[in-house]
């Protein structure tokens, strides 16, 4: 019993050429998420506030526009978390 290795789980597996200590581009992601943080929340701010000032027969509807809104501020949350992540991410880094 003393020569059984233990299992190795997928998360330890490789497959393709993908190098071992494979790094995200943080310039990318940090030009990304400063120009589209203020996009979604202003997306965010128009379509709540169409949302806000629409009546029951307008097109498109009250429900469709608090649908975009709600995903416009899922997206800005996105951006925010990883801008945060890419600062901290590059401060460690130096």
């Not at 996009?39 to 429900?63: H, I, N, Q």
């Not at 608090?66 to 991410?89: E, K, N, P, Q, S």
Request: proline share 5%; aromatic share 10%; glycine share 6%.
């Amino acid at each position: 019993m003393s020569g059984i290795r233990p299992a190795r789980t997928p998360r330890y597996w490789r497959s393709g050429t993908e190098p071992v200590t494979a790094r995200s581009d943080l310039k990318l992601r940090f030009l990304l998420s400063v120009l589209f943080l203020p996009v979604f929340a202003l997306m965010t701010t128009g379509f709540a506030l169409w949302a806000s000032r629409s009546t029951s027969s307008d097109v498109p509807g009250r429900g469709t526009l608090v649908v975009f809104a709600v995903c416009c501020g899922v997206l800005t949350l996105l951006a925010a978390v990883d801008l945060w992540v890419v600062v901290r991410r590059r401060r460690t880094e130096l």
